[in-house]
């Protein structure tokens, strides 16, 4: 039986713009609910516009009157993310909540971006990293923007081997996606600390949802022909477990605080405060060590410029 998570408290949103990926389910689809029933204009960033549409009615069956729109994003284009970012550039309107939630979980085999990057690297990582890259001016037009990556547990999984970062010697599905979670903890602290150096204004942090059932659960396992149906079965008895698993609704509360919360700090990280971290109403979260190699996070920084082709400003002043 999934848990049941209280609420929390959500500032008045009124006037804010929000830009959340992967909107249309899952953990993204309970954060654009959630923001825009505090009275936040939420983009709802999405590859499959179909289901895009969807998730806008059964929002505004719940919220009426909410402030929603669909732009299309696929984020292991690189194309299509700065095709994003050129549209909202010319829309002009800075941005005050990125979060960077979309993803995919441990394909069974690897599978290559038409960029020929690993698909869940450059789903749940790089496209982000590019994405925020291209959305920079309009976050740090806002003043005070909040970015927040979603990362997992599963990122404790995860470790920085620069000579294998995209499983190119030997691709394991259950570290390749911890690695592509390290990596967003990572990004969230060292923009973090970017922000701070440069002046740029910008609150970045990370959250993780604990054990929430997702389509995660489906579309990453049964990506590349595995059967849909025998999967379903397999997580229909691991929801069985009790006290273990929760609904998105809870999920979506720590990226809900991060993202909102006057008390959620920069370069923090927060996920469920119940047992094992599973469920709960959101917390300060444990940090994996390897989150904290600042060397590591800085080179990892310097890969992901080359290889999105997305460059930062240098936060260092001049002289």
Do not use: C
């Amino acid at each position: 039986m999934p848990h049941r998570t209280p609420d929390i408290d959500v500032p008045d949103l009124a006037g804010k713009l929000v830009v959340v990926t992967g909107a249309n389910s899952g953990i993204g689809f309970g954060v654009s609910h959630r923001l825009a029933r505090a009275g936040a204009e939420v983009t709802l960033a999405v590859r499959d516009e179909a289901r895009g549409d969807r998730a806008i009615a059964e929002i505004r069956a719940e919220v009426p009157g909410a402030k929603l729109t669909l732009r299309r994003l696929d984020l292991t284009s690189l194309a299509s993310v700065a095709a994003f970012g050129t549209a909202l550039t010319e829309q002009g309107r800075p941005v005050d909540i990125l979060v960077n939630n979309a993803g995919i979980m441990a394909p069974r085999r690897r599978a290559l971006t038409g960029d020929g990057h690993e698909l869940q690297f450059a789903t749940n990582y790089l496209g982000h990293f590019a994405l925020t890259g291209h959305l920079l001016p309009l976050l740090r037009a806002a003043g005070a923007a909040r970015v927040v990556s979603i990362s997992s547990m599963m990122s404790r999984l995860g470790r920085f081997d620069f000579d294998n970062l995209q499983g190119e010697r030997h691709y394991q599905p259950v570290r390749a996606y911890g690695l592509s979670k390290l990596a967003m903890l990572a990004f969230a602290r060292e923009l973090q600390r970017r922000s701070t150096l440069g002046g740029w204004g910008i609150h970045s942090n990370a959250a993780h949802p604990g054990a929430t059932i997702t389509n995660l659960q489906v579309t990453g396992p049964t990506h590349g022909g595995r059967s849909v149906r025998l999967n379903r079965i397999r997580n229909r008895l691991l929801y069985l477990v009790p006290w273990v698993w929760q609904e998105i609704p809870g999920g979506a509360l720590p990226a809900v605080y991060a993202a909102t919360s006057p008390a959620a700090e920069g370069a923090g990280y927060y996920g469920p405060d119940g047992f094992g971290e599973l469920h709960g109403g959101p917390a300060p979260a444990k940090l994996p060590r390897r989150a904290l190699d600042d060397a590591a996070a800085a080179r990892l920084w310097e890969v992901s410029e080359r290889l999105s082709g997305v460059s930062y400003p240098d936060p260092r002043p001049a002289g």
